[in-house]
């Protein structure tokens, strides 16, 4: 289970390491893709089969799922970290989660995340206000 937050520098040629306790879960070959919320998102190469599987299925008639696919699949790259656990992040991953220096990463159950630093601490800022509002909407529908 990917769980855990932890921060990482982006050197000057736009590596950036992963953390150690995320490298054995995701295994060498992992995908960076788009993510939700202006986040990337990171996979193990097992588990990405499987979400891009679950994409593929999806009819294509509909605006946003061809749309939705489009933006999940064309964005994604697969990796292999090098042997200090780096990542090379490509530039239209970088721009798209305005990634500067400093990241974030977090682990998020099947998959990690990359967040820029700031946006992180925004994005938690507002959800921390809603956490006890979100809970009670999970637990109407018996989420939690």
Not at 66 to 72: A, D, E, I, S, V
Request: contains cysteine.
């Amino acid at each position: 289970m990917l769980i855990g937050e932890y921060k990482h520098t982006i050197d000057d040629k736009h590596r950036i390491s992963l953390p150690r306790k995320f490298r054995s879960e995701l295994g060498k070959k992992i995908v960076i893709t788009r993510g939700l919320d202006n986040c990337l998102f990171i996979y193990s190469e097992k588990e990405w089969k499987q979400i891009a599987g679950k994409l593929g299925t999806m009819g294509f008639g509909q605006a946003d799922t061809r749309g939705f696919n489009r933006f999940m699949l064309s964005g994604a790259m697969e990796m292999s970290t090098d042997s200090a656990g780096r990542v090379l992040l490509p530039e239209h991953l970088r721009t798209f989660a305005k990634l500067n220096s400093k990241a974030v990463f977090a682990g998020v159950y099947n998959r990690v995340e990359i967040w820029d630093e700031k946006a992180w601490e925004d994005y938690n800022k507002k959800v921390l206000g809603k956490a006890d509002e979100m809970a009670e909407t999970l637990g109407d529908i018996g989420a939690i």
